[in-house]
């Protein structure tokens, strides 16, 4: 394809909104605008990506270093849209929303009886748990939600040290809402001082946590009140039983037993449906340099960048096409700068846009029967003849 058909137009600065180097690069090299637009060259990689992955070793072809479990596959990025946690030791990756963790009881004790205390102005478990001298994870903590499909209300217990995975949630029961002061009332709870004890119309929701964690103080759902001593089942049965919890960083692997390490991420792929413009963007974070990209045979939009340089005597031009058309007969996918640019405009725009292997054809070496050939990684450029050119190609590729 000629560079003019494909509309490409590079940047010599980097955009003032490029997040990472990978974004700032497919800027700069025409693949996208500086709004996520995918241009017509971004349109090319975007189509070899799709051939690509019908391949079993697509990952390997790219070369991308990349996380993955049984349906997704991530790409370690610090500007990623997703958390993910991970344990170095066997390998478990999850997003963070509905990781699991590996659960302890705080303390194994033998329930007690329920006991109603004064606490004032202990309307948060932080509040509580300073006003009774007690940790977080002795305490109860009561969220309240409205289902959506059905307006049914939602009492939620996790234990106090503990967040609520509202991913976890609505993959249990559904989309929610958080419940209304007119509907908190209506079941006969009190916000700040709720428990699921005494409830009426209510699907109670426990974290698996909360039955292995006996005695914890909860709302006695009167202001100003909180109960000792609550253990479930003993002081009220849940409709249901599951892991609702948010893990985080530290926690113990729900495998091993390990430390769980966090990490923002791109996803990649999620349930075998590939997200191309992720995976453009993660190979431009992991395949550059300080002249612009270096994408792998497989990944990059063109096998070969072919360029002529404007002579005096030859008509390097006319040269330059005789090859490009022997070049794509052979199979070999070319973007031809066919412009009439200064050699330096055509040799950054090549080290820009990252073709694996760059041919010039020059005047000079014209003369001798020769062009010069120059993969992008090596260092130094190669004169061959031009009798050798698809013979050169095979070998590279």
Request: with cysteine.
């Amino acid at each position: 394809m000629k560079y003019q058909e494909l509309h490409i137009q590079t940047q010599r600065e980097f955009p003032n909104n490029a997040r990472t180097q990978g974004f700032g690069w497919l800027v700069r090299a025409g693949y996208v605008t500086r709004d996520n637009e995918i241009l017509p060259l971004g349109a090319q990689m975007m189509s070899k990506l799709r051939e690509l992955s019908r391949e079993i070793p697509f990952f390997f072809h790219l070369e991308l270093p990349f996380i993955d479990n049984a349906s997704e596959t991530f790409f370690a990025s610090a500007t990623g849209s997703d958390e993910i946690l991970y344990c170095e030791n066997c390998g478990y990756v999850a997003r963070r929303e509905i990781s699991w963790m590996k659960k302890d009881p705080y303390s194994e004790e033998v329930p007690l009886p329920l006991k109603k205390v004064e606490t004032p102005e202990s309307h948060t478990i932080e509040a509580l748990a300073a006003f009774l001298k007690v940790p977080k994870e002795k305490t109860a903590k009561a969220l309240m939600y409205t289902r959506l499909s059905d307006n049914q209300f939602v009492f939620i217990v996790v234990r106090g040290d503990m967040q609520l995975s509202e991913t976890k949630l609505k993959n249990l029961i559904g989309d929610v809402r958080p419940a209304t002061a007119d509907e908190i009332a209506a079941s006969g709870a009190v916000a700040g001082y709720a428990s699921p004890i005494g409830l009426r119309n209510a699907l109670i929701i426990v974290d698996d946590l909360v039955p292995q964690s006996p005695n914890l103080v909860a709302g006695a759902n009167e202001a100003g009140y909180h109960l000792l001593n609550t253990n479930c089942p003993r002081d009220y049965v849940p409709e249901m039983t599951e892991d609702i919890v948010l893990a985080k960083e530290g926690d113990p692997c729900f495998m091993c037993g390990e430390a769980l390490s966090i990490q923002r991420a791109e996803v990649l792929v999620k349930d075998d449906v590939f997200n191309f413009e992720n995976i453009l963007l993660a190979l431009a974070e992991t395949h550059h340099d300080d002249k612009g990209l270096i994408f792998p045979k497989y990944a990059a939009p063109f096998d070969v960048y072919l360029m002529h340089i404007a002579g005096k005597e030859l008509d390097t031009h006319a040269k330059a096409v005789e090859i490009y058309n022997e070049l794509t007969s052979a199979g070999f996918s070319v973007l031809f700068d066919d412009r009439d640019e200064r050699a330096g405009v055509k040799f950054n725009d090549a080290d820009l846009i990252g073709c694996p292997v760059r041919i010039t054809v020059g005047e000079k070496n014209l003369k001798n029967g020769m062009v010069e050939l120059k993969p992008r990684k090596a260092d130094q450029n190669m004169l061959i003849s031009q009798t050798d050119i698809i013979a050169n190609l095979r070998e590279i590729h």
